[in-house]
């Protein structure tokens, strides 16, 4: 279960970088959106369970998703205690998050040219005599 915690927390960081960026798909921006509602639930219900709401709480959170990286460790106890790690609208909410902002997908301009391959574990074989 640990180490679906260290996905989301992953997740949480990269969609805080990716949503200050002003190249921000909408879809990465809607992803990201996805997990901190997600995971809000997922606390929010675990506070229901230990009889604990407060405004005060909310706010901390929402501070501490705003910049997961300086609060990791809290976030990190909070996820585990929730037991995120078995929540599969959080991690599915992860999992896409962290495609969309791969840095090794990249985007491709190419026309007009001859022996080009896009995309990975590709074989091309050129015959020069039909050039």
Known sequence: MVESVELVLAALGAGAVAGVSNTSSKAV????????????TALRRRDAQLGESSSREAIILDAQLAEPEQHREE???ALTEAEVGRDAEVLDAARKLMILTDSR???????????????????????????
Do not use: C, F, P, W
């Open 29 to 40: 921006v809607e992803a990201y959106d996805g997990l901190k509602s997600a995971v809000r």
């Open 75 to 77: 976030l990190a106890a």
């Open 105 to 131: 997908q990249y985007k491709n301009d190419v026309h007009d040219n001859t022996g080009v391959q896009v995309g990975d574990h590709n074989t091309m074989s050129i015959d020069l005599r039909s050039m």
